[in-house]
């Protein structure tokens, strides 16, 4: 096995995320509960085996993510600069607001909750329910003034339709926005991410791809009730899980390899909630390292999800 998590540099930013990364949403009994106890020992197993990255928001379980992660970060005791943390500003339990006074005054709630100084990472959370033209005339330039005061130390979007990225990016003077956060769009069953990538590298955007396991469809367990997957992509994902089971191969651990091994995204947020999840996960990855993908196996479930390869779902609000 290989001995370190690979670290991939993030853009432009000079920071190096492990590929694998911490997604902290279950944290906040996102896909059911979690003690603390189990949250705590997640992220401290987490950071033992390589993993740097971690990543919250306010909205996750209204504060709560923000606040158990905030919890085990300190107890891990070791500097701050040895971890990388991003968290998200704009949508909350009781909706949207991207304006300037909330976004400025979020971080100061989330550095409270999380019991930081700064964060690496404050992201514009799901900008696709906002005005598109109020995040590059209002909320951004509102993350540079935090980035000046050293509250934050890069800028962020995050959102589901990849055209969002293009709109915004387009629009900001160059260096402006340093990473993106895609999610559900660089897995086995949708990689439409991919067609944006040379886009994102000609700008030196960092590029962070999250729910590698499609948010629960691609498990053996399956989805949670609010998963927005049409029927159609559930049963079919739900087949290619128990075909894996049936062969002795776990899911999972093929759909982490698949996102992993496309090195121009620096770093696959998963989500974790338990020890067992992260050493599945980080072995995942360092296996990948030493014997590449298992094409047959992928090849495979790739051929059950023919019919609904790259499908999705709707998300956010129409932009005039
Ligand atoms: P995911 O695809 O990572 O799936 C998470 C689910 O899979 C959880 O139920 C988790 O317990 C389970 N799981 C994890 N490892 C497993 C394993 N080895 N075997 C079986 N099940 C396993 O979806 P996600 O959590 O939504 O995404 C990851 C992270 O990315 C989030 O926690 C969040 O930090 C970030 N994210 C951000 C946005 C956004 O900004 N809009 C959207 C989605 C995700």
């Known amino acids: 096995m290989a001995k ?12 190096k995320l492990s590929s694998v990364g911490f997604g902290a949403s279950p944290l906040g009994n996102v896909f059911g509960p979690v003690s603390d106890h189990d949250a705590v020992a997640s992220v401290r197993h987490a950071f033992l085996l390589g993993i740097n990255f971690f990543d919250t928001s306010p909205y996750y379980g209204g504060t709560l993510s923000e ?18 943390v991003a968290t998200k500003c704009g949508r909350y339990a009781d909706g949207f607001d991207f304006s300037a006074e909330r976004v ?19 992201q514009c959370h799901d ?30 979007i995050t959102g589901l339709p990849l055209g969002v990225f293009t709109y915004v ?41 999250a729910s590698p396991l499609a948010m629960g469809l691609l498990t053996e367990s399956g989805p949670p009730e609010w998963h927005p997957a049409s029927p159609e992509l559930k049963a079919a994902c739900q087949a ?33 909630n338990s020890v067992k999840q992260v050493e599945e996960n980080v072995a995942a990855a360092k296996e990948l390292e030493i014997f590449g993908k298992d094409e047959k196996s992928l090849s495979e479930i790739e051929e059950i999800l023919k019919l609904v390869k790259n499908q999705t ?7 005039s």
């Open 67 to 84: 606040k158990v992660l905030g919890k085990a970060l300190k107890a891990l005791g070791v500097p701050r600069n040895e971890y990388i």
């Open 169 to 209: 990016l387009d629009r900001v003077p160059p260096g402006t926005v340093d990473v993106i956060l895609s999610y559900c769009h660089y897995g086995i069953n949708d990689s439409t991410l991919e067609d944006l990538l040379p886009y994102l590298k000609s700008k030196g955007v960092g590029v962070i791809s």
């Open 240 to 272: 290619a899980a128990a075909f894996c089971k049936e062969k002795g191969k776990n899911i999972s651990k093929l759909a982490m390899q698949y996102s992993l091994s496309n090195k121009d995204i620096s770093s696959i947020l998963v989500g974790m």
């Open 4 to 15: 370190t998590l690979e670290l991939r540099p993030l853009g432009n930013t000079g920071l």
């Open 313 to 319: 779902w709707p998300s956010g609000i129409q932009q």
């Open 127 to 156: 900008i696709e329910f906002g005005s598109l033209d109020q995040i590059v005339n209002e909320t951004i330039p509102a993350l540079q003034k935090l980035k000046e005061s050293g509250k934050i130390r890069f800028i962020g």
């Open 104 to 122: 400025t005054r979020s971080i100061d709630e989330s550095l409270e909750r999380l019991q930081l100084d700064y964060v690496d990472i404050l």
